[in-house]
């Protein structure tokens, strides 16, 4: 198995001059606007972002519930190749949209920074949070100077957002000297009927990831051969099955080395990895960085996931 080739997507965009067309992106829509690499960390400077989010992201102990939310906002994206918009930990709508080329995912383009005025009790908060009901006058402002949209107009610039970003990040990756073919992945398909074929193989994957899968087991839930679901599994999603499966297991793994004090071990065995070694050589060829580096990158955050923003800001006297 090939390992990936490494992109580095701060000098590409750099190259190409992308936080300029960012910026206009962003003046043009009136929406926030910052791009993150697989692991949550900017590559560009933020675009149009408000005073609150400026405050939140500067404060060292808000910036890395901000970077949480970036990190795992663009994994779900990724998993589910299309943009995702969700309530970010301080209850502000935000959409991460994934950039993919040839199957690897890079990283994502974070936009938002708004108030939805409908439907807000259908996105999901990413990260749990106590609701704020103690902000400084201050905090309380820049809350409410955040723009309200409606829900169907971000579905509609997330859409928007994501073709011209996607496009230009592709053409500039096209133009320069990576690698265009992966072994394990590949361009998925968009063919809704295909999808729904292997719909319940993702669905199974999604919800028993611990356990041992086979792909016999899978063919008999979506009704068709081992063979014929291998494939299609691989077109439609850009991943073998195996491979889908350890994507899922080292995004749980993320999440338990950022929010528990489980050892390594323990968490690989907690999602179904017999081998301590083999989950380690899976996560660094997944995310580049072996468990115990990640965890060191990313520190514990349990006890500020408990904190509220009544707890860490305080009017002035």
Do not use: W
């Not at 960390?41 to 939310?69: A, G, I, Q, Y």
Request: proline fraction near 4%.
């Amino acid at each position: 198995m090939k390992n990936f080739p490494y992109i580095d997507l701060k000098n590409l965009l750099a190259q190409n001059d992308f936080q300029k067309i960012q910026d206009e992106i962003a003046t043009a829509t009136g929406i926030a606007m910052i791009t993150v690499d697989y692991t949550g960390t900017p590559v560009t400077e933020h675009s149009e972002c408000n005073e609150f989010c400026k405050f939140m992201r500067n404060d060292f102990r808000f910036r890395r519930l901000c970077e949480r939310c970036d990190s795992r906002g663009g994994v779900e994206a990724a998993r589910l190749r299309q943009p995702y918009i969700y309530l970010c930990h301080a209850g502000i709508v935000d959409f991460a949209i994934p950039v993919i080329v040839n199957g690897l995912y890079l990283g994502a383009v974070m936009a938002g920074q708004v108030l939805v005025s409908d439907k807000a009790d259908k996105l999901e908060r990413i990260v749990a949070e106590d609701s704020y009901t103690s902000l400084s006058k201050y905090l309380k402002i820049s809350y409410e100077k955040l723009p309200k949209l409606p829900y169907a107009k971000i579905c509609a610039l997330s859409k928007v957002i994501s073709y011209l970003c996607n496009s230009f990040i592709k053409d500039s990756i096209e133009k320069s000297a990576f690698p265009n073919v992966f072994e394990d992945i590949t361009e998925a398909t968009e063919d809704p009927r295909e999808r729904a074929i292997i719909a319940p193989a993702i669905d199974y994957i999604d919800k028993h990831f611990r356990e041992k899968i086979s792909l016999v087991s899978l063919a008999d839930l979506c009704g068709i051969s081992p063979s014929y679901l291998s494939r299609l599994f691989k077109k439609v999603t850009g991943y073998k099955y195996a491979y889908y499966t350890n994507m899922v297991r080292i995004d749980h793994a993320k999440r338990m080395l950022t929010s528990t004090n489980k050892s390594v071990t323990d968490i690989s065995l907690d999602l179904g990895f017999e081998d301590t070694g083999y989950f380690t050589k899976v996560f660094k060829k997944l995310e580049g960085v072996t468990p115990s580096h990640y965890r060191s990158e990313y520190p514990i955050l349990s006890e500020l996931d408990q904190m509220t923003i009544e707890d860490i800001v305080k009017p002035q006297n």
